[in-house]
């Protein structure tokens, strides 16, 4: 192996080592974005219960307290933060170390990309007749790879809100189409008079035009499925607005959303690489700049800026500033600086510019006297293969291996020292809500009773339900008296009214049929259905057993656990109804209530199929008892009827084998309920929560003395003790 091999293949390994320390991180990062949005939500409540509590407080100086709480500022500060902590999650969440590539239009950056990946012309469109790439694309090293393109298109609404919505509001057309059809169907609106003699707007409304015009060329494209995969032949058909000969015959662009390119890279062992190809700038698409900034923020770890000097006197113009301003954008928290580097396009003799190598040293020169600060400068050949890799590709990812860990930790202090001051200023805004109503909360406090209330509950209805469950435990293998009348029941049914023809029955569809077998025939089907119906009379009473129970629990919760002020409904309704009830946050306790309330006991899950084995014997196909050679409708009437009394005996014999099951059935489910509501862990603090919402109405005339104040103060302490929860410090740390 190659000291060239040996520096690769270490370099490849390393970059893998980056990409895998950086998943644990996404994990961390994840968690206290939730826990934003939940210290969000807890805010905006607090800030609707304030609304009303200004128009019910009577005290001036509370009222004037909660005035001044500002929320709606610090939610704005927390949604600025999470869009924050998204571009970190999606950093570290990447299988891959991106490189962007950006530069104005001609400048040859796609020459570069070619350079790179070794694709052609037909992948990375180049020319000089104008604007050629038309989509973002992403080019992914992925080693002896066939080629292949995958292609993402908006859907209808996407490309009304992302793309045509914004040409409208920038060109002030009014109403944005709301469907394809009527951005289709009817003429683009004029455009005011106060746009109508400034070029740019000229342009813009020229490349709407463009969208327009050409709509039913790539209409069907957004009817198709979210992405496709295309041979490397088809690449430029849709990444590209020109062909090979510079004709704008392409307008599958304009459907695409992102184009991903795979391929294996000519330079040895790139590693876990890809390449991100940004349209050139320059052109008059609206919203150019705006998806450049989302690219680099959203997908990329370091920027490629590629320029062209050109003769006879070259300088950097003003598109080279907002270009650079423009990308510095991408990302606050590290200076564009630290992750970006200016590639110079060098071009030779034989170049239709000739040697701009002096050009290239003018640029370089006067580069920072113009607020121009890259990691490194680098000039070299975009268009020649072995340039760039020697000269761009090996320092760029060695840069990339020696500084992206810490440009990650830097980039991760500094989006946690934000989170970190944001908690500090909503802890202060959290402590000045807690003294709002301090004088209604020193004038009554509820807590210590209902402390002592909930504890009395929780002892009565835990007793409750145990014993309860006892009582079902010692039942659990004994038969169900009301199953096993109900069994008697239908197993006399089938005797009595058996459904079997008589003689001269059986002679007339003998006539009909034309012979005794095929009437034989049908009678099994008709005997086999009238038999099985009646025990459908099961039905009813597993279901009534099932509902006993529910009952039962219900009357524990009722009388110990006094919740039944809480809903009109009783019985096995009353449990559905607590579910509803229970906020969705409470999860374990609600799934407790919602999962007895669902659960039922039925023939057809339970008995059917048990029942159904033994009714072969009447099916024409299985049935073990032909009709002999001379057959006559005594002997159909004697073989129908032995097979109805057989299976009649064996469904008797398999039904009483089941008569524990209701019992079992029972015993199961309410010990799931007491699992889930008693002894799953946390599940009492759940039940804290639920009963502090619901207090007054559980216990009215406990409560009735405090009157509505002591209510008002104690539930306003609860939001902001919630609140508080949530911006507990270790929650904003990762």
């Not at 003018?362 to 890259?374: C, H, V």
């Not at 293969?385 to 840069?399: C, G, I, R, S």
């Not at 440009?407 to 020292?417: A, F, G, P, T």
Request: negative net charge; glycine residues 4%.
């Amino acid at each position: 192996m190659t000291i060239q091999n040996l520096v690769t293949t270490d370099r490849t390994k390393q970059i893998q080592e980056i990409l895998a320390r950086r998943q644990p991180l996404k994990e961390k990062i994840t968690a206290v974005g939730d826990n934003l949005r939940s210290l969000v939500i807890s805010l905006d409540t607090l800030t609707k219960q304030r609304d009303r509590l200004i128009t019910q407080i009577t005290e001036p100086e509370e009222t004037d307290n909660l005035q001044q709480l500002n929320f709606q500022e610090l939610q704005s500060q927390i949604q600025s933060q999470l869009v924050e902590l998204d571009l970190l999650k999606n950093r570290f969440n990447r299988n891959t170390i991106n490189i962007g590539v950006i530069g104005r239009a001609g400048q040859g950056k796609s020459r570069l990309l070619q350079s790179l990946t070794g694709l052609s012309s037909n992948e990375i469109p180049t020319g000089d007749r104008g604007h050629c790439t038309g989509v973002r694309s992403k080019i992914l090293h992925q080693p002896e790879t066939d080629t292949y393109g995958e292609i993402t298109f908006h859907s209808e609404h996407s490309f009304l809100q992302e793309v045509i919505a914004p040409y409208y509001k920038e060109l002030d057309l009014g109403q944005v189409p709301y469907s394809l059809d009527e951005f289709a169907c009817n003429p683009l609106p004029s455009r005011p008079s106060h746009l109508t003699n400034t070029a740019v707007a000229e342009g813009k409304y020229e490349y709407l035009q463009k969208y327009h015009q050409h709509l039913p060329q790539y209409r069907h494209l957004l009817a198709k499925p979210t992405s496709i995969r295309i041979t490397k032949d088809q690449i430029r058909e849709y990444v590209a607005q020109d062909n090979l000969a510079g004709e704008r015959v392409y307008h599958n662009y304009l459907a695409v959303r992102e184009a991903k390119i795979f391929c294996t890279f000519p330079h040895p062992d790139v590693g876990q690489i890809a390449l991100i190809d940004m349209p050139g700038l320059g052109d008059t698409g609206v919203g150019d700049e705006s998806r450049l900034i989302e690219t680099l923020a959203q997908d990329v770890d370091l920027v490629m800026m590629v320029r062209l000097p050109s003769p006879p006197r070259e300088y950097w113009k003003d598109v080279d500033l907002q270009l650079y301003d423009t990308a510095s954008k991408a990302l606050t928290a590290l200076s564009f600086k630290q992750w970006s580097f200016l590639i110079l396009n060098h071009t030779d003799v034989n170049s239709p510019i000739g040697d701009n190598s002096v050009y290239c040293q003018d640029l370089e020169r006067d580069r920072e006297n113009k607020g121009l600060y890259f990691a490194d400068c680098i000039t070299a050949n975009c268009a020649n293969a072995e340039d760039t890799n020697q000269k761009l590709l090996d320092p760029v990812l060695n840069f990339l291996v020696e500084n992206i860990t810490e440009l990650d930790r830097k980039y991760v202090s500094v989006c946690q020292e934000d989170l970190l001051q944001l908690q500090q200023k909503v802890s202060a805004e959290l402590n000045l809500s807690r003294q709002a109503l301090k004088q209604s909360a020193q004038n009554q406090n509820y807590f210590p009773l209902f402390i002592e209330l909930f504890d009395k509950f929780w002892d009565k209805l835990t007793s409750g339900l145990e014993e309860l469950l006892k009582e079902l435990r010692a039942e659990r293998d004994l038969e169900n008296f009301a199953f096993q009348q109900q069994i008697k029941t239908a197993i006399a049914a089938c005797k009595e009214d058996s459904g079997l023809p008589t003689e001269s029955e059986i002679e007339q569809l003998r006539h009909s049929k034309g012979g005794y077998p095929n009437a034989y025939y049908e009678y099994l089907n008709e005997v086999r259905a009238h038999l099985s119906q009646h025990f459908l009379l099961l039905d009813e009473v597993l279901k009534q057993e099932i509902n006993k129970v529910k009952t039962q629990i219900t009357e524990i919760l009722i009388k110990n656990g006094k919740l039944g002020n809480l809903t009109e409904a009783r019985e096995a309704e009353f449990l559905g109804t607590i579910a509803e009830i229970i906020p969705d946050n409470l999860k374990r306790l609600k799934l407790g209530f919602e999962t007895l309330a669902e659960f039922e006991l039925s023939y057809r899950g339970l008995i059917q199929h048990r029942i159904r084995q033994h009714l072969d014997d009447l099916t024409p196909d299985e049935t073990t008892l032909q009709l002999s050679p001379s057959p006559s409708a005594a002997e159909v009437l004697s073989c129908l009827t032995s097979l109805h009394s057989e299976a009649v005996y064996k469904c008797q014999n398999a039904l009483d084998d089941l008569l524990a099951e209701p019992n079992q059935a029972a015993f199961a489910i309410v010990e799931e309920f007491l699992d889930r509501i008693l002894r799953a862990k946390e599940v009492k603090k759940e039940w804290l929560k639920f009963l502090q919402e619901v207090y007054d109405r559980v216990w009215v005339e406990e409560f009735e003395e405090f009157g509505n104040n002591s209510k008002i103060s104690q539930q306003w302490i609860l939001e902001v003790e919630r609140a508080i929860a949530f911006n507990q410090k270790d929650n904003f740390q990762f």
